[in-house]
């Protein structure tokens, strides 16, 4: 069960990601959101224009999660800010969820902070979506506070905030 994780850098790949994410987000979020505010939410976060506009001028990375290098299993998008990584999108198929793709994936994420001397993972989770926060928080994290955003067109996001501290590198540069 080897996962590559892949910087999005292409059209194709972006392309890739918001195919994923129309999927992914109508299959999964209609207990929780009417449909309505799932296709503005696309629409506006995660289209191809969206993406790229995200990845071009506002500082965000994504990551496709592909097995075996071949079947493309979720996403994610992170963008570093104040000495922490927001992780701002994650997401895996629902045929591939309950494999371990998420916790590789989450290794990945918090290799990636430690690797850039970040004090800790953050993320927003909507409050109703149980599921997830209880994988968040087997995972270390812990709620910080709660979040309600005006998205626009008479939406809002109700969501908590999540956040894992990364062990502190205690490391000196240069040789001894």
Same mark, same amino acid.
């Given at each position: 069960?080897? /996962?590559?994780?892949?910087? @999005? ?6 392309? %890739?990601?918001?195919? !994923? ?6 299959? =999964?979020? @209609?207990?929780? /959101? ?7 939410? $696309?629409?506006?976060?995660? #289209? @191809?224009?969206?993406?790229? %506009? ?7 990375? =994504?990551? /496709? $999660?592909?097995?075996?290098? #071949? ?13 922490? !990584?927001? /992780?701002?999108? &994650? ?9 371990? =793709? ?5 290794? &990945? ?5 430690? *690797?850039?001397? !970040? #004090? ?27 979040? $309600?955003? *005006?998205? +626009?067109? +008479?939406?809002?996001?109700? *969501? =908590? ?7 502190? #590198?205690?490391?000196? +540069?240069?040789?001894?």
């Amino acid at each position: 069960m080897k /996962l590559m994780i892949t910087h @999005v850098t292409t059209a194709e790949e972006i392309a %890739e990601v918001a195919r !994923l994410a129309a999927d992914i987000w109508l299959e =999964y979020y @209609v207990s929780i /959101l009417t449909t309505e505010q799932i296709e503005y939410m $696309i629409g506006k976060y995660q #289209s @191809v224009s969206a993406i790229t %506009e995200q990845i071009l001028h506002q500082g965000y990375e =994504y990551y /496709l $999660i592909q097995h075996d290098g #071949s079947s493309t299993v979720g996403y994610m998008a992170v963008k570093q800010e104040e000495g922490k !990584l927001f /992780l701002s999108k &994650f997401y895996i198929g629902k045929e591939h969820r309950g494999r371990g =793709y998420g916790s590789q994936a989450l290794a &990945f994420l918090e290799q990636l902070g430690k *690797d850039r001397n !970040l #004090s800790a993972i953050w993320l927003t989770v909507n409050r109703h979506n149980e599921s997830s926060i209880a994988v968040y928080e087997r995972k270390g994290f812990t709620i910080v506070r709660e979040q $309600i955003a *005006d998205i +626009g067109n +008479g939406h809002v996001m109700d *969501d =908590y905030v999540m956040e894992k501290k990364l062990p502190v #590198s205690t490391e000196k +540069g240069g040789p001894q």
